[in-house]
T-cell receptor, first 116, second 115 residues
Framework: AQKITQTQPGMFVQEKEAVTLDCTYD???????LFWYKQPSSGEMIFLIY??????QNATEGRYSLNFQKARKSANLVISASQLGDSAMYFC?????????????FGSGTKLNVKP | EPEVTQTPSHQVTQMGQEVILRCVPI?????FYWYRQILGQKVEFLVS????????KSEIFDDQFSVERPDGSNFTLKIRSTKLEDSAMYFC?????????????FGSGTRLTVV
């Protein structure tokens, strides 16, 4: 079974609107971390936001928020007020276990296009 | 903000040649990683390295791959005899491994093209 599933290969959003990128995960470990990364066309991986499995509140970082629904095993990324510079690939990732040095599992990504 | 530096940013090599991809992790980090992303696909774990030895490796990381921390600052990935299917973006990452929030720091990647 896939550890991370991103079901939206591509998304379009109008500039200044909000968009939700879906991510579901699969783990039996009670301790895990969920991450979102942005990959622009230049290729680098830019960390956006982190959610720990024991965190009570949904994580927020500026225009990014993570809609964490533990029972449903989903960790959707919400980008508010989309900007043209948000056009990129977005990857959801998970690190299992309590150790901060464990490997990451990545999803297949969602390509977001922001239209002017 | 501290960065993970990878060189070169792009390398073209002939099939069968050896390549070395170089990374300078963040100076106080203790854990080092290589990941691979074939064009248009997901990022995949290759290997993790701690205390001068491999701590975990994936099925992808076969005998043609090796890693080394030759001088206490660089962290290298060597591919002994490249194949066409090794063409990919290779990401180095490092982690302090402390109980801090968040993930690793990734480098900006080396795009390897095998011709």
């Amino acid at each position: 079974a896939q550890k991370i599933t991103q079901t939206q290969p591509g998304m379009f959003v109008q500039e200044k609107e909000a968009v939700t990128l879906d991510c579901t995960y699969d783990t039996s470990d009670p301790s895990y971390g969920l991450f979102w990364y942005k990959q622009p066309s230049s290729g680098e991986m830019i960390f956006l936001i982190y959610q720990g499995s024991y965190d009570q509140q949904n994580a927020t970082e500026g225009r990014y928020s993570l809609n964490f629904q533990k029972a449903r095993k989903s960790a959707n990324l919400v980008i508010s007020a989309s900007q043209l510079g948000d056009s990129a690939m977005y990857f959801c990732a998970m690190r299992e276990g309590k150790d901060n040095f464990n490997k990451f599992y990545f999803g297949s990504g969602t390509k977001l296009n922001v239209k002017p | 903000e501290p960065e993970v530096t990878q060189t070169p940013s792009h390398q073209v090599t002939q099939m069968g040649q050896e390549v070395i991809l170089r990374c300078v992790p963040i100076s106080n980090h203790l854990y080092f990683y290589w990941y691979r992303q074939i064009l248009g696909q997901k990022v995949e774990f290759l290997v993790s390295f701690y205390n001068n030895e491999i701590s975990e490796k994936s099925e992808i990381f076969d005998d043609q791959f090796s890693v080394e921390r030759p001088d206490g600052s660089n962290f290298t990935l060597k591919i002994r005899s490249t194949k066409l299917e090794d063409s990919a973006m290779y990401f180095c990452a490092s982690s302090a491994g402390t109980a801090n929030r968040g993930g690793y720091t990734f480098g900006s990647g080396t795009r390897l093209t095998v011709v």
